[in-house]
């Protein structure tokens, strides 16, 4: 079965919450999860290559930017090779702001700029995930293993 990272930034749990609802679906689907929040744990872009496919979660910041947590992954992408690499990108917003979701945007933009094999939506939750997001989460993970299972 498949071994995944799940690094996500959450500043007030909203993407905490949906990052713990897709790893529920990508557990029973028996693979194995791997987390950590850019914050709190050391991440090197290079240990991706240990893995059959990546998840990122990050939230929005000053008009649809990234955190400064997550930043410097995303600028250490453009020095790894992930092509063909199964991701997905996810992250919470307010739908308030006009730039909303753009942190998840951006970092999509960058897994895509990089030729990996990305998840189609870019899966953004207006704040906390209500019933219906709880249900695209799962939906969301769910395509996301039957892309990395395709390439078991
Ligand atoms: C100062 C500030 C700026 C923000 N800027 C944006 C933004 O540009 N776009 C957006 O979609 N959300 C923006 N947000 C909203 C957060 O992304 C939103 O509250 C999100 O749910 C936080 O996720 P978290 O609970 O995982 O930290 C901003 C929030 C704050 C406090």
């Given at each position: ?58 939230y ?22 992930i ?55 799962q ?9 990395m299972?395709?390439?078991?």
């Open positions: 079965m498949g071994k995944v990272l799940m690094l996500y930034a959450s500043m007030t749990g909203n993407t905490e919450m949906m990052a713990e609802i897709i790893t529920d679906v990508v557990e029973q689907r028996n693979h194995t999860v791997v987390t950590k929040t850019f914050d709190m744990d050391p991440i090197d872009v290079e240990e991706l290559a240990d893995y059959d496919g990546v998840l990122v979660g990050t929005s910041w000053d008009d649809g930017e990234l955190p400064y947590e997550s930043e410097d992954f995303y600028e250490e992408l453009d020095d790894v090779d092509k063909g690499m199964v991701a997905g990108v996810f992250g919470s917003g307010d739908s308030f702001y006009d730039s909303f979701g753009g942190a998840a945007n951006l970092m999509g933009d960058r897994f895509e700029a990089r030729g990996a094999n990305l998840v189609p939506e870019r899966l953004i939750v207006d704040l906390e995930p209500d019933k219906k997001d709880v249900e695209r989460c939906k969301f993970a769910e395509v996301f293993c039957g892309m299972e395709e390439n078991l």
